[in-house]
């Protein structure tokens, strides 16, 4: 298990372009974290680290949105208003999992049961006594 411990919007950014700089195909990466603690600042960080040009929103409506301008297909997804596991099985999770693109998925904890073993579990919490804008970040694989 990491710990990082971010500042700013800009470090909390930069931590995701680390990662998605780093990130493998077949790579499955869950997002967790209440609303507004930055899961799409990290996001978007992460993608530019893929070397993704569009711009990055969140799925919330759609549950994934592609991306493959990067040197590896990034799919992002967006579980919270999932219901049911079987809604994700239904538009083919599991070959977003196992291809050959990088997978990360924004409220990961609804449906810890359909990811892979080797997930990277990245959790984001604020501490406003800190500071608006501090965030602790964990990166773990359970």
């Known amino acids: ?10 470090e909390t950014k930069e931590l995701g372009q680390k ?3 780093s990130a493998k195909a077949g790579a499955v990466y869950a997002l967790v974290g209440d609303l507004g ?9 992460f993608a530019q680290g893929l070397g993704v040009a569009e711009h990055i929103s969140s799925p919330t409506f759609t ?9 590896l297909p990034f799919y992002h ?9 079987e809604e994700l099985e239904m538009i083919g999770f599991e070959e977003y999992l196992y291809g050959n693109g990088v997978t990360l998925i924004e409220w990961a904890n609804r449906v810890p049961e359909l990811l892979p073993q080797d ?7 604020k501490d406003y006594e800190k500071s608006d804008e501090y965030r602790r970040i964990t990166i773990e694989i359970k």
């Open 119 to 125: 997930t990277v579990w990245i959790t984001i919490t």
């Open 77 to 85: 997804f967006d579980v919270y208003r999932i219901e049911e596991a």
């Open 37 to 45: 603690v930055g899961k799409t600042v990290f996001t978007k960080g």
């Open 63 to 71: 549950l994934v949105n592609e991306y493959h301008d990067g040197r």
């Open 1 to 10: 298990m990491e710990i990082i411990e971010t500042n700013t919007d800009k």
């Open 19 to 21: 990662m998605g700089r």
